[in-house]
């Protein structure tokens, strides 16, 4: 419940603004007046901005707020490999759609880093033989010879994809990842900067 601030803690409230203490002056604002976080953090804002249309001089120097880099260096991430994603699941649709389904066999396998091998698949399309890659795997995931499942567009059959998870999804599920790690640690930024503001 709100109380009306005192005389005396109008005055303090001005000077810790005056000196720029900007979460001190929240805090004693909070503590004067019983209200929340977000209106004491609007409250001095005003009081800021009304300090330095009458007496520029004297306001207090703008606080350095560096928080807002890593926020927006999360949002852009996250940005990005959503867009990534959805390019992903562009891609996907119309071979779920009107793709066309083949037989295809590992021709061979490609070392990848020191762990895996990406799959190099081949299948007859109606334009001819073609080779696609095939998600990462770890070792012995496949073995050339193997026989898989290929969805194709006739007009695009270089851009088929091994029918499944790992091969049609899992790109698409660990960009969705990615970019959901990026917005919870901008929400966390977000909770420790408040935490802060509310506790010092």
Same mark, same amino acid.
């Given at each position: 419940?709100?109380?009306?601030?005192?005389?005396?803690?109008?005055?303090?409230?001005? #000077? /810790?603004?005056?000196?720029?203490?900007?979460?001190?002056?929240?805090?004693?604002? $909070?503590?004067?007046?019983?209200?929340?976080?977000?209106?004491?953090?609007?409250?001095?804002?005003?009081?800021?901005?009304?300090?330095?249309?009458?007496?520029?001089?004297?306001?207090?120097?703008?606080?350095? $707020?560096?928080?807002?880099?890593?926020?927006?260096?999360?949002?852009?991430?996250?940005?990005?490999?959503?867009?990534? #994603?959805?390019?992903?699941? /562009?891609?996907?649709?119309?071979?779920?759609?009107?793709?066309?389904?083949?037989?295809?066999? @590992?021709? $061979?396998?490609?070392?990848?880093?020191?762990?895996?091998? !990406?799959?190099?698949?081949?299948?007859?399309?109606?334009?001819? /033989? @073609?080779?696609?890659?095939?998600?990462? @795997?770890?070792?012995?995931?496949?073995?050339?010879?193997?026989?898989? $499942?290929?969805?194709?567009?006739?007009?695009?059959?270089?851009?088929?994809?091994?029918?499944?998870?790992?091969?049609?999804?899992?790109?698409?599920?660990?960009?969705?990842? !990615?970019?959901?790690?990026?917005? /919870?640690?901008?929400?966390?930024?977000?909770? !420790?900067?408040?935490?802060?503001? #509310?506790?010092?």
């Amino acid at each position: 419940m709100s109380t009306p601030i005192s005389d005396e803690d109008s005055q303090q409230i001005r #000077a /810790a603004v005056f000196a720029g203490r900007r979460i001190a002056a929240i805090k004693h604002y $909070r503590d004067s007046s019983g209200k929340g976080l977000n209106e004491a953090m609007d409250f001095i804002d005003t009081l800021e901005r009304e300090l330095r249309s009458v007496a520029p001089e004297t306001a207090p120097p703008a606080e350095k $707020r560096s928080s807002w880099i890593p926020g927006l260096f999360c949002w852009a991430c996250a940005v990005v490999c959503g867009l990534w #994603a959805i390019f992903d699941f /562009a891609k996907i649709v119309p071979l779920l759609v009107i793709g066309q389904e083949a037989e295809g066999v @590992v021709a $061979r396998l490609v070392p990848a880093q020191e762990e895996g091998d !990406i799959p190099i698949i081949q299948f007859q399309s109606d334009q001819g /033989a @073609v080779e696609i890659k095939g998600a990462f @795997v770890f070792p012995h995931g496949y073995r050339v010879g193997d026989k898989v $499942r290929v969805l194709y567009l006739p007009k695009k059959p270089q851009e088929g994809r091994v029918k499944g998870f790992s091969g049609m999804w899992a790109e698409f599920a660990f960009r969705c990842a !990615i970019a959901t790690v990026f917005v /919870a640690v901008w929400c966390m930024i977000r909770i !420790i900067k408040r935490f802060r503001a #509310a506790t010092d």
